[in-house]
């Protein structure tokens, strides 16, 4: 088998997400192979998007299914949320089979997983193993990537943040917890609420170095000044973390940020480190899980557009701003959609770097910055009125 003809399997087609995905790659002249429990469903879904696809009958429950579909020349593209419950047969089977695997996962348990315990296999196989590289977390990677190699040498920390706005490159507004609830779907507000009950983690200074930490989310709160809003985001769990020292060993910490809340933000800072020794218990977990099962609004999709911006500041060793690049893309769904359909076609026929990596280690810091600007995905500057870095590419361009 040629690189040019590696098989996409895309798994969880008939998601919103996963539907994203498919799209995207028709519109590159893929033909992906959906994979799921329903061919009925996945034949719906083809023919939604005036297509006629490949198509193959598999349960991700079942790990003996999805280990024999899985071959050493397939790109995996798997969209099966949660990952926590979903999502570990299908990474552990591409990274045995040698594989190039990426997911759409934005739940912290679910990457520490995959860095942690599949990085063996993958290293041994030759698979490539990209977790979270959609809108959760590949913009972060790239800014902070940017940020730390304009920063020549005198970046110690970074601290990323990410935002969702109502409208098309509305910066000069700050939006509402309404505004998010609109922007979003229901099983994305239900996951936000699930990954609370999970430990999360940071890269800090450990005494002798510094080392991934375990601490919940929410456990800080760092704000963004960007056109002159102060944008609060608290802690969370991403692959920047992994990402990040892996390119930059010179760094000393690493914080990612979630904005989502808005005027919320402290409180649920608050409430999340008061409730931090309790939290972490079984009980505390299936009754948050329960909660977000049954969260109002849970089948809705977004019912208004907006846009993502994500903002990463560099400090040196004294805590000075040495640089700030903030990118800004469509919604959150597209982004994804647009990112795994790219990552995806590039995989068939370029070679990527083996084992569990984070975007910019995979795929090259060059190569991502040059196709996010094609995706839509665009450097923003801090004054009102300048000219954004490839925004009337993004603005008219398709993605490729």
């Not at 895309?10 to 028709?26: E, H, N």
């Not at 570990?88 to 348990?109: F, K, N, W």
């Not at 601490?215 to 056109?227: A, I, K, N, W, Y």
């Not at 999340?272 to 899980?289: E, F, G, K, N, Q």
Request: charged share 20%.
């Amino acid at each position: 088998m040629t690189p040019t003809s590696r098989r996409i399997l895309v798994l969880g087609a008939t998601g919103f997400t996963g539907r994203q995905v498919v799209s995207d790659l028709i519109g590159r002249g893929q033909t992906p192979t959906l994979v799921g429990r329903s061919t009925t469903r996945l034949a719906a879904v083809a023919e939604s998007l005036g297509t006629q696809l490949p198509m193959l009958q598999a349960d991700v429950r079942d790990d003996e299914a999805i280990t024999t579909l899985i071959g050493s020349d397939d790109v995996v593209v798997s969209t099966v949320g949660p990952f926590q419950r979903w999502g570990r047969g299908v990474a552990r089977a591409a990274a045995d089979a040698g594989a190039v695997y990426l997911d759409s996962t934005g739940e912290p348990p679910f990457i520490r997983w995959v860095f942690d315990e599949l990085r063996t296999a993958a290293t041994t196989s030759g698979a490539t193993l990209v977790p979270a590289f959609g809108y959760d977390f590949l913009p972060g990677n790239l800014a902070g990537a940017l940020a730390v190699t304009r920063a020549a040498g005198r970046a110690r920390r970074v601290e990323i943040g990410y935002f969702l706005l109502p409208g098309t490159n509305d910066f000069d507004r700050r939006a509402t917890l309404r505004d998010t609830i609109e922007l979003t779907t229901g099983a994305t507000r239900a996951s936000l609420v699930g990954v609370i009950a999970e430990p999360a983690f940071a890269y800090r200074p450990n005494g002798s170095g510094s080392s991934l930490m375990t601490e919940m989310s929410g456990q800080r709160l760092h704000r963004f000044r960007f056109r002159d809003i102060a944008r609060a985001g608290i802690t969370i769990g991403g692959s920047e973390h992994f990402g990040l020292p892996e390119l930059f060993p010179e760094l000393e910490s690493v914080d990612v940020c979630m904005g989502w809340f808005n005027g919320w933000s402290l409180p649920v800072q608050i409430v999340s480190t008061a409730l931090s020794p309790v939290i972490d218990t079984a009980l505390t977990r299936r009754l948050l899980d329960s909660i977000a099962q049954h969260l109002p609004g849970a089948d809705r999709t977004p019912t208004r557009s907006g846009t993502s911006l994500v903002t990463a500041i560099a400090r040196d060793g004294a805590g000075r701003i040495v640089e700030q690049v903030s990118l800004a893309g469509p919604d959150p769904y597209t982004m994804t959609g647009r990112l795994l359909g790219y990552g995806a076609a590039h995989a068939t026929d370029h070679p990527l770097t083996p084992g569990v990596r984070g975007p910019v280690a995979a795929f090259g810091l060059s190569e991502l910055h040059t196709a996010a600007i094609e995706l839509g995905l665009f450097e923003v500057t801090d004054t009102a009125g300048a000219p954004a870095v490839g925004a009337s590419m993004a603005s008219s361009g398709q993605p490729r």
